[in-house]
């Protein structure tokens, strides 16, 4: 018995063993799977007071507190894709995606935020954009919201207040109207984690407030509302004309055990509650609400320090089902992998929770210090959401690399080839629902508080020239190969 137990045990270690977690696995994707390259407004537009646009809370924030961005620059002009989206498009053709996610800037549309004073060429320039890629051949997959929040609002407190989420929903109204014939792919919003808890609770990303624990968990309870509000409002106005997909989302590290200890496995339960859980759970889980551990821990921290009530709020139980389920697709993401074990806390973005986050010496760093090259770990988070959420339906909405290195990006090649080698892992080998994959970025950009200091994109682009050219990187090259051949082929097949 023992032995046999021993040998079953080991087996599919073995197996394991053969192919090994950073071996490369040669096989194609099906045809349905979207290759594309992703951007966002505030990050390449520029333009920020051009044909009527509002300012917004990015406008604001680099304006007044230049010091909190590393090069003291902003997105006045970025990579000035108002006025060169049509070069964006004849690299996306080169690359010979199908997909090109951006982001719609709302204060561009509406300046105030509000829908009493609608912006026609900021409409008229989506338009010119879509149609562009449509008429390339190339779908478009649009953000309603990646940060730039219209000044306005933040006048009354951003998304700590409630009200904002009917104002969201305005808004993503007049997006549905003005573009849904030809957009079928929708994300309401892009990494409300990071809002939260870097622009509410930390005050690293705008508008700045500095209140953890509190303000971060009121902007992401309007979040999850304002998202679900938006999806509803498709469903009821525009699904059965349109025939589109509405999303969010989500950034998550894989957040592994630092050891096989039974401590560290929970540790890295909780800890991926806390990231990933705070705003999946509510959606994609059979339960829906917020994660049973985050509502126990942070009521009872709550509770010792004296609050009349947790600082985490309370759906009702109307609103709990009514946000559960409120998406047809898991937008994922995913840039590197942390390891945990319980403990106090050692950052400072998670203040309730009981958990240490390390990386590990081993894996090669990169030029952003918190992004370490794990390929594995992609498919370990791609299986920890097909069990977490019952199989949904993931686009990879963002994976990407820093470097400051020009268009020798060895390392930025060596990295998507890895990367979507473990998503095809996750999907052949593990049987989950992956059906997407967006690079971060197609171009350089502005990379908030780094400003122009650390680079994402497959081409690269010069800040200090004013045409802004756009410049073919080795990623993007091995990127294409990639596309063209939908995967990977066997090595004594290639030339
Ligand atoms: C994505 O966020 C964004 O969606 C995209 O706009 C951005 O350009 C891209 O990443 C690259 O950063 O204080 O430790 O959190 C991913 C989440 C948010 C991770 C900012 C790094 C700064 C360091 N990123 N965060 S930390």
Redesign the pocket.
Known sequence: MLIKALICSFIPSLLVRAMGENDMYYDTFSNDFAFGAAT?AY?IEGGWREDGKGENIWDRFTHQNSTLIQDASNGDIAADSYHKYKNDIQILKELGVETYRFSLSWSRILPNGDISLVNSKGIEYYNKLINELISNGIEPMVTLY?WDLPQQFQDLGGWTNEVISDYFADYARVAFSAFGDRVKWWLTL??PW?QSV?GYGVG?FAPGLKSIGIADYLAGHTMLKAHTLAYELYKREFQQEHEGKVGIAL?ASWLAPKSNSSADKEASEQAMQFKLGWFAHPIFSKEGDYPPIMKTMIAAKSKNEGYARSRLPTFTPEWISRIKGSSDFFGL?H?TTFLVNPGKSNSP?FKDSEFQLTQDDSWPSTA?D?LKVVPWGFRHLLKWIKEAYDSPLVIVT?NGVADNRGINDLQRADYHKRYINEMLKAIRLDGCNVRGYMA??LIDNF??SDGYMIK?GLYSVDFDDPERPRVAKESSKVYKEIIKNRGFLAPQHLE
């Open positions: 966002s990050q990646h892009n990494e990071i870097l690293q950034d993401n840039y973005l952003a918190w963002e971060w970025s990379e908030w994402f």
